[in-house]
């Protein structure tokens, strides 16, 4: 099944497949915010730190298998696999876009 995710989402999608920072970091805009980990990461600076921090060492790859539109954002949901404890788990991604480009993300298991 081939989910129907707008483009900037495909494009974190892939690049988290491939555990690629830089492409994870490019479909954002330069102020987004990331809410994960019971944290707020802002800016590149701070999603670069999340990512290198959390995913990245794990190899956390997050496979969505839902999607849909809810008050403004898309939602996706799927697991995550990686070499982390009870992999994989499921997450809720509550994505906000503005201009083709991730504004803020919301990631809750």
């Not at 990461?41 to 730190?49: D, I, K, L, T």
């Not at 956390?60 to 070499?83: C, K, L, M, S, W």
């Amino acid at each position: 099944m081939t989910l129907e995710l707008p483009p900037p989402i495909a494009a974190y999608v892939a690049a988290n497949a491939r555990l690629d920072v830089d492409g994870m970091l490019s479909p954002f805009t330069r102020d987004a915010v990331l809410f994960a980990d019971g944290g707020r990461h802002e800016g590149y600076a701070g999603m670069r730190a999340l990512f290198e921090e959390a995913v990245i060492p794990v190899k956390a790859i997050f496979t969505p298998d839902t999607v849909r539109h809810e008050n403004g954002q898309v939602v996706v949901e799927g697991p995550a696999h990686g070499d982390f404890k009870g992999s994989p788990i499921r997450f809720t991604y509550r994505f906000t876009l503005e201009s083709n480009a991730i504004k803020a993300l919301e990631i809750t298991a």
